[in-house]
């Protein structure tokens, strides 16, 4: 009910974010505090979620749900197949407001 209310009562201290259930303060806290309960076997990648290590292991073996119908590569995240695909078509959507230049993706490369 609470979600449906938007009654958020579980407060985080460090950074005032709110919550309907404690169970997700608690996730919040962890990814806070730098612990990573989650970690992954094969190059020992840690996540305060297992959802993130579930999703982290297709990259190793090469499951992920976006795939590139240009070159076969996949990815688990849906941004980062949108930035891959730029590569093949040329876009470059963001430009630098100071010199002009552009940018498959907002990241610092």
């Known amino acids: 009910m609470r979600v449906h209310i938007e ?7 460090r950074c ?3 919550f309907a259930q404690l169970v997700n303060l608690k996730v919040h806290m962890r990814v806070h505090n730098g612990e990573n309960l989650y970690t ?6 840690s996540f305060a979620q ?4 579930k999703s982290h292991m297709t990259t ?3 499951e992920g ?17 949108n930035v891959h695909v730029r590569i093949h078509t040329g876009e470059k959507p963001y430009t630098c407001q100071q010199c002009g230049k552009s ?7």
């Not at 992954?40 to 990648?45: H, V």
């Not at 297992?50 to 290590?53: D, G, S, T």
């Not at 940018?103 to 490369?109: A, E, I, T, V």
């Open 65 to 81: 749900p976006f795939t590139c119908q240009q070159c076969g590569k996949s990815f688990t995240h849906k941004g980062s197949f």
């Open 60 to 62: 190793h073996n090469g």
């Open 40 to 45: 992954c076997q094969k190059c020992g990648e």
């Open 50 to 53: 297992r959802v993130n290590l």
């Open 16 to 18: 005032g974010e709110s």
């Open 7 to 13: 009654e958020k009562p579980y407060t985080c201290l």
């Open 103 to 109: 940018f498959l993706s907002k990241r610092k490369p």
